[in-house]
């Protein structure tokens, strides 16, 4: 039971338009969340992370946005760029874990020139 | 330059056959974590360590060991390599957990025959 989801394996996008990619997750314990990048035949690099006592987590063109209610987090990217063309994947630590990380199974986001 | 190197970053192997992954940082990292991805399923956390001689399973250990004797390396072995464990392996370090920003190696696609 994947207890966070990223639904839509693949996103395409124009260029210079806004990117959403969303993530939701199931356990209740999770309390913090983050967002990692991967260009094939390299590892995932950190992009923005976010704690569960804030709903909205801002860097550069990249925001964070946190519903816990609905256990649903998203990723907005602002323009998008073609070097934003990657995987990107959703991760979540519970709150007495420090060492454990769950992560969804990526999307792909591809940005049309 | 701050980086995880892994190694080999390819290997194929026959079932049965011990074989060890190197992975070394040189950040003065206390945490490093081993990470395999397998298609659709994202990155699925097998082993992690807190400090040296300090590790601890994660989602899917069953088959795997590690040793942190150093606080740079943080080696996976694979006692006798079974076609189930063919996958891309990814080690990350950070400076204090999942919460922090980990560094990613750049990975080692293991093929098991």
């Known amino acids: 039971d994947q207890q966070v989801k990223q639904n839509s394996p693949s996103l395409s996008v124009q260029e210079g338009r806004i990117s959403i990619l969303n993530c939701d997750y199931t356990?209740?314990?999770?309390?913090?969340f983050l967002w990692y990048k991967k260009y094939p035949a390299e590892g995932p690099t950190f992009l923005i992370s976010?704690?569960?006592i804030k709903d909205k987590n801002e860097d550069g063109r990249f925001t964070v946005f946190l519903n816990k209610s609905a256990k649903h987090l998203s990723l907005h990217i602002v323009p998008s760029q073609p070097g934003d063309s990657a995987v990107y994947f959703c991760a979540a630590s519970a709150w007495d874990s420090n060492y454990q990380l769950i992560w969804g199974a990526g999307t792909k986001l591809i940005i049309k020139p | 330059e701050a980086q995880v190197t892994q190694n080999p970053r390819y290997l194929i192997t026959v079932t049965g056959k011990k074989l060890t992954v190197t992975c070394s940082q040189n950040m003065n990292h206390e945490y490093m974590s081993w990470y395999r991805q397998d298609p659709g399923l994202g990155l699925r956390q097998i082993y992690y360590s807190m400090n040296v001689e300090v590790t601890d399973k994660g989602d899917v250990p069953e088959g795997y060991k590690v040793s942190r004797k150093e606080k740079r390396n943080f080696p996976l072995i694979l006692e006798s390599p079974s076609p189930n464990q063919t996958s891309l392996y990814f080690c990350?370090?950070?400076?204090?957990?999942?919460?922090?920003?980990?560094?990613f190696g750049p990975g080692t696609r293991l093929t098991v025959t």
């Open positions: 990350a370090s950070s400076s204090g957990g999942v919460n922090y920003e980990q560094y």
């Open positions: 356990n209740s314990m999770f309390d913090y």
């Open positions: 976010i704690s569960s």
